[in-house]
């Protein structure tokens, strides 16, 4: 199989100056729709589980050069490739001294959650953020991978990895699971909930209500 990015399909579809590393959403939406290797919808289904899953890691570095295709040229077959290049996620480049400096408070918490990272992906060559985008978004694709990604997640599964992850410390493994377990709760699931007859709501949950449940759950499964 040959890897290609996604940037290559998106230069043979859309002309523009940043040609296919612009990472303007309504350009990779319309890039998905106009492409003809895959189904629209079997492309547009997996990047918005790709964007979610992002979201879920805080992942800020997802462009059009980190994801793509499987092509077999004896085959004359495609397939989206598995994804790969995830380097920027989880605050990679916080410190166990910053990662205790965050758990101790609220508001560096809170700040990880609604304001920082963002999507390295654009709307109206504006970053978007992860929470705000998801609470708002009318696309009825996104919503649905959503359900279909909150469903997905298991923190009992992913605790456990964590638990027995070697050779990272207690610290790390305590501040890896609460964002996550935060991450889930506070924005994929908070989004989701937040849809009904009134419309979108983003008004947030309590972080302080979310932190004891997370905490009560890690000691009571985990010696972490």
């Not at 996620?89 to 408070?105: D, F, R, T």
């Amino acid at each position: 199989y040959e890897l290609r990015d996604f940037a290559s399909l998106k230069n043979t579809v859309i002309s523009s100056s940043e040609e296919g590393y612009g990472t303007e959403l309504v350009d990779i939406l319309e890039t998905i729709h106009q492409q003809s290797l895959l189904l629209p919808e079997e492309l547009e289904n997996a990047f918005w589980e790709m964007f979610l899953m992002d979201a879920f890691l805080g992942n800020f570095d997802r462009h059009n050069g980190n994801w793509g295709f499987l092509v077999n040229k004896e085959l004359g077959t495609v397939r989206i490739a598995p994804i790969y290049d995830c380097g920027s996620c989880l605050y990679p480049q916080l410190s166990e001294a910053g990662m205790k400096q965050v758990l101790s408070s609220e508001k560096e918490l809170e700040n990880r959650m609604y304001v920082f990272p963002n999507a390295a992906i654009k709307e109206g060559n504006k970053k978007i953020n992860y929470f705000e985008f998801l609470s708002l978004t009318k696309n009825r694709v996104c919503i649905a991978a959503l359900k279909r990604i909150i469903d997905r997640i298991d923190m009992g599964k992913i605790g456990s990895i964590i638990e027995h992850t070697p050779y990272i410390s207690e610290l790390q493994k305590r501040f890896y699971f609460t964002v996550l377990s935060l991450r889930k709760y506070l924005i994929l699931e908070q989004a989701m909930e937040g849809r009904g007859e009134k419309g979108q709501n983003i008004a947030k949950r309590n972080l302080r209500t979310e932190l004891d449940r997370i905490d009560g759950e890690r000691r009571e499964k985990w010696k972490f």
